[in-house]
């Protein structure tokens, strides 16, 4: 047997035109049906198979996801490929997603029969040798690679090497939507099948009504991941009350804010969980049609849910009469063209319809009238993995983990000034603390940490001081920033806080639609007065320039409220979010900028000023040749002197000195 | 329901707006992008209310009243926050009020005032962009251009051209046609609907004063006017009166006062496209077709129907548009009569219209000579009353030129949607049974709707007929003209909604108040005319007695008809 498609369903009547209700129970608990005890013992040689318990070839898999491919998993792949060809030995080799740990790409995992699974990390194409010749010639670990097994073995040469869960990485994590990821083929509905995969649905719509699973949605209280955090559970509902002859769901998976990648990694790691996820919810609603806008940046995603979306019908799960259920529902994939304002729902549903991808005034919300005026609802993929996770595991058992009001794990990207790079999932209630310094291992170059922007541009930057908010829904709004998507971006001492609202700013006012007046008007305005803070004097030609900076300043205040107040969307109303919490935690920097033309963190470069220490310099005169302005003078052998009002901030001195004599204020 | 606004309660109808709501208790509350007879979009944000209850502030335009809703409509952070959207915008404007033609009439002038913005709060890059002028009827200015709206959904959504959109996005979003060309590279009808909802003055229609003034002031030339019928009905607007205060005599009595020899009325010429067109539709009736005949008055529609429904350019009846027939006849009959060369007669249209600015310079609308000189939108006709010190109110009333001045009810009604089909049904009936119609009004094809039909006895014939206004209306029609399946045999299209009253060169801003007011004096004056069946006009009896020979005959068709050419629709 080699696919539940072809061999099972040669054997009893399941198919996709008549689907069988206990085809998922079957794979998973054994055969249900009367198709004989010898299909029974194939169905569950199979499913150890796929599951690696017993297998009689070697299996590598190549993590593959976008951020293993940009790290050269491609040419590994095929590397690995070639030098098994060469050397004639029999091997599976499967590409998988990411398992998170983008720090320390590609990662190759190594599944020898009988033994535990090995976990490499940061692989070279000059290490794919070494790796065959090692551990599957030789049968041995090659520690200086190891990342580390996932089970320990008694009694064994291999009993003294580390687990992969005891990294500290993976530690702290609670992997309950990403348990997949990495670890499975994501294009094997196999696969996913044998790990419990679809278990949620076949009980969801063999026992339960609509009505039945937007009530445990509620116990188990799953909210939205997509940034707002409205209970998904009172979203359905009011789509479900809605009389209509026709519903649609929709999956948001136009993930753009910066530093994030969650939906990503779920989409290409493990897209069967998302997909399982929609039907549970479309089932739930009376939704017949759904859509994932999925951005067309995400092509590896895109290839692959369409894969998923083919095997999903192919075995019945997916189009007419549903596990022989009667419930009816397709979808299909609409690529997003790069506006970031259609993650916005309105916006979003206007993209799909056609038209321009602008917001418009709700209510009536889509859940009343959204795609083509029918109810429709809307969640994004974090979302709808946890829909899966909650009917798989029970909704109990989900509501037992997080704090009070916000129940389970939340996804994060972690990037920035951070040692582990990477995607971790943590219980809500988990500190930023943990998240930065155990999991993400703190800030690299011995360098000091400054802030965390979570939330992305709509969120805020969070100091040291509040590092010990436990991340959930309430106590990040407590403290100016907001969950959002997840992206969490660190920074280190060298960041300017200016710098960094005036990045977010120019995002926000080139992604604004400009439609309405404040979000199109005032964040330009915002950024101006912002770009202003970190000009230098020198580039100020009347005096009416340098009052407007102390003007600007003044009315700050007031533009920011107005835009939050009067914005038409979301991402309108957030806009000024950046700027409020980098002024509210880190007032000084920007007086700094204000009053005295300085960058503290010394990233403006405007406001740098090049000095040379008169100890230091021996009057080379190397600076001199180097500065293209002649803004440098001495006598040979002697101090050299910068002229300030030539200088134009290149940095050509400071980086040709050989004696380390030109220091920056 | 029951609602509360600024502390005193009143009631609401559950579904409505706070806006509408707002307004019914006589309470302003300011709006740029609101279009009453849309869908709102709640993009301009300057309608923003504080809803008590939950602290927020919400777009009147948009936002639904529910029970017991307590909504404050002027607290210090709703005048904060509109007075600084007033600012944003204005940063990001031209600032060139002395040298706009909207001075004075502006919405964003007037917001600026009533919110006391005294100050330049907000500095920065200002949108830079280039005047487009290429288009024969139309000028947009998108430096001025606030982004409202109100034109793009006009143009989708009430005429279904869908000439310009929204282009870019942020801050450098601009309102365009495609790729950014000039509008009359692309399918634009220059009907104008843009222009006359335009709040500032990022739209206009291309001015003609000055060749107007240059040829009043020309030796050599004959310059003459004629007054379309919706013109008199909104001029006075433009001088602070009532909407719908009739001017006839006042417009004819300025128009000579600004140097024009003689001034004619275009209801004459709307007699004369009805004898025409009624000869015509009979015409068609009895020799099998084309029908559904449809009308060809509007210069707006007939560009429709060649850029998107060529295939059926055979159903559109032959007849030039009143003001073009009148032309035609200015620059032969009349130049005969007076014993003037026509190359020296310069004919001026003044119009409600901007597509006749453009429909005049049509290859095929003249001979050696255009039909029609020049076009005179109702707003430019008030500027230029205006800069000639003319005392619109202190004018007497005068009457119009013969031979070209006499004219019946059924010519004024031309100016409201369904006056031209129920011009033209009167004649139709008195040429199928010899006699006038007892009662000469037609109730179902009156009115303010987009879509009228009415099934018409005349003599032993039921004729099925249709007045269609606004070209979003004229579409499901043309479809089923395609198919084969449309059951009519007559229909009126106007461009504009309501028709000419509402025309693209009218007063600004559009209102439906407006609309109403002087739609009722159009019927007014057909009431009140002695005369109320085109072949009764005397003066066009005469005119085919002497000069045309019989309706639809040889020199009729040389002078009074036309044909039309296939357009791309891209």
Redesign the interface.
Known sequence: MNSYSRDCFENCWHSAERPCPHFVSCVNNGQQCECGDAVTARLEQYKRHLLMVEHDLPVILVGMGTCGLANGARRIHDAIIAELNTRGIAASVIPVGCVGYCAREVIVDIKLPGKPRISYCEVKEKDVVALIESTIMAGEVLTDKLLGLYERPQDSPWAALPLVNENPFFAKQQKINLENCGVIDPESIDQYLARGGYTALSTVINGKSGQDVINDMLTAGVRGRGGGGFPTGRKWQFARDQQSDKKYLICNADEGDPGAFMDRALLEGDPHRVVEGMIIAAYAIGASYGYIYCRAEYPLAIARLEKTLADAREYGLLGNNILGSGFNFDMRIKKGAGAFVCGEETALIHSIEGRRGMPRPRPPYPAVSGLFGKPTVINNVETFANVTTVFKNGAEWYGSIGTQTSKGTKIFALSGKVTNVGLVEVPMGTTLREIVFDIGGGIPDGKQFKAVQIGGPSGGALPVQVIDTPIDYESLKAVGAMMGSGGLVVMDETTCMVDLAKYFMTFIQSESCGKCIPCREGTKRLLEILERLSKSHRNETTQEESLLRFQGMVYLERLASVIKDTSLCGLGQTAANPVLSTLQYFKEEYEAHLYDRCCPAGACRELLTFHIDTEKCNGCGLCAKKCPEAAIIGEKKKAHYILEDKCIRCDQCRVNCNFDAIYVN | MNITINGNTCWAKPGETILDAARREGIKIPTLCHLSEFS???????C?VEVESNG??V?AC???VTEGMAIRTNSP?VR??RK??IE??V??HPQDCLFCVRSGNCELQSLTQEYGVRTQ?????RKRARIDIASPAIERDPEKC??C?RCVRICHEQQHVGAI??V??????TVAPALERSLNTVPCVDCGQCVVNCPVGALTEKSHQKVVWEAINHEEKYVVAQVAPAVRVALGEEFGAEPGTVVTGKTVAALRRLGFKRVFDTNFSADLTIIEEATELLSRLNNGGPTPMLTSCSPGWVKFIEHYYPDLLGNLSTCKSPHEMQGALLKSYYAQKIGVDPSRIFVVSIMPCTAKKYEAQRPELGNEYPDVDAVLTTRELARMIHSAGIDFHRLPNEGFDDPMGESTGAGAIFGAAGGVMEAALRTAHFYLTGEDMKSLTFAPIRGLEGVKQADVKVGNVTLKVAAISGLANIKPILDDMRAGTSPFHFIEVMACPHGCINGGGQPQPASPEKIIKRTESIYQIDRESPRRNSHRNESIQKLYAEFLGEPNGHKAHELLHTHYVERDEF
Not at chain 2, 40 to 46: A, E, K, Q
């Open positions: 709102p979009t709640g993009s301009c944000r300057i923003t927020s502030l777009p948009a936002f639904p952070r904060r926050a600084t959207i944003l915008l940063a990001n709060r907000w500095t920065g890059e606030i982004l709206g959109d929204f870019h996005r942020g801050f450098k979003s």
